[in-house]
């Protein structure tokens, strides 16, 4: 497999949680704007902008954070 596929995979999601699991983390890792994300993720604005609220209400409320991705040292 070439080095793009793998690279695809992951710039262009093609299941939702993963699709949701990057857009969140371009929010907040790489600091993107929400619409250039959406547009990037072929999702609405309003979509982003539900789920970095979602996912801002349940870190703060000590919750799982609404992902089907599980953290590396969970899966140990």
Excluded: I
């Excluded at 959406?38 to 799982?64: H, I, L």
């Amino acid at each position: 497999m070439a080095r793009q596929d793998y690279r695809d995979y992951f710039e262009q999601p093609a299941e939702g949680a993963h699709r949701r699991y990057e857009a969140l983390r371009c929010v907040f890792v790489e600091e993107q704007p929400m619409k250039e994300v959406a547009e990037r993720f072929g999702v609405s604005y309003g979509t982003v902008r539900n789920w970095v609220s979602e996912f801002r209400r349940t870190r703060d409320a000590g919750e799982a954070p609404p992902l089907l991705l599980r953290r590396c040292e969970d899966a140990r």
